[in-house]
């Protein structure tokens, strides 16, 4: 009887034993048991984050503030000629995509001598004012790098004279004789003038300070019917370069 109890005993330790080495498992939201496979792949879902491909719209911020840049360009070589050349550009983002661009510009003064761009062209006693205004589109909607932009302009002009410099053609008939250039001159000019040019460029943006450049390509109207700087048969040709601030 002894030994019966004996073995009844051991076999019910045994079977407590082994119970006891079981870890029971979680009940999951509907109160079931949660298997082990169920587990595994949950701690497999807190280790892998959910991708996303939103952009962080904090770090452009700076992008999306109004910005006046200065063009140091004019400025050099109208202080060459004795005349001020201002022009800026005034960029007013509407999102990450598209700005809207404002490009007031101011020539005063009298050229000493013959201003070489494209060609040979002298002013008397010149006032040019005017402005061009147009639209800036983004490439990578990020507020800055590379763009494309149209911009229209019209400025007024007057002149006591205007002087346009020419090498003589071929067709002259003192060409192999005299290689004075020709100069033809317009008295007391005033009219307008206005052009229409697609540029492509890129600017770059830091919390403080911007630049820019870009080249364009263009068509333009002379209302003045003079030889007009920068216009070649009604072909505008602009290149800029732009410091600035956002304010």
């Known amino acids: 009887m002894k030994n019966s ?10 079977v407590f034993f082994a119970n006891a080495q079981e870890v029971p498992l979680p009940l999951s939201n509907d109160s079931s048991l949660t298997t082990a496979q169920e587990i595994k792949e949950t701690k497999v879902e807190k280790k892998v984050p959910e991708k996303c491909d939103c952009i962080n719209l904090e770090g452009y911020q700076k992008n999306l503030r109004p910005a006046i ?36 510009a101011v ?7 013959y201003i070489q ?45 205007i002087s346009h410099k020419e090498d003589p053609s071929e067709e002259d008939d003192d060409y192999y004789y005299n290689w004075e250039p020709k ?7 005033k009219g307008v003038i206005c052009d229409l040019i697609l540029y492509i460029g890129s600017t770059h943006k830091w919390q403080n300070i911007g630049f820019f450049y870009e080249g364009g390509l263009g068509f333009g109207y002379d209302g003045t019917h003079t030889y007009q700087l920068g216009y070649i048969n009604k072909l505008v040709a602009s290149f800029n370069l732009g410091v600035g601030i956002p304010f």
């Open 5 to 14: 109890c004996s073995v009844i005993s051991s076999i019910l330790f045994l």
């Open 69 to 104: 840049y200065l063009h140091p360009l004019p400025l050099f070589f109208g202080a060459a000629s004795n005349i001020l050349m201002f022009s800026s550009t005034i960029e007013i983002p509407m999102n990450l995509s598209n700005s809207v661009i404002i490009i007031p």
């Open 107 to 113: 020539w005063l003064g009298n050229s000493d001598g």
């Open 117 to 161: 761009v494209f060609d040979a062209v002298e002013y008397e006693k010149l006032i040019r004012i005017g402005s061009g205004i147009g639209v800036r589109r983004y490439a990578r909607d990020r507020g800055q790098g590379f763009y494309l932009q149209a911009i229209a302009s019209a400025y007024y002009i007057s002149a006591k004279s």
């Open 183 to 189: 100069i033809t001159t317009w008295k007391k000019v």
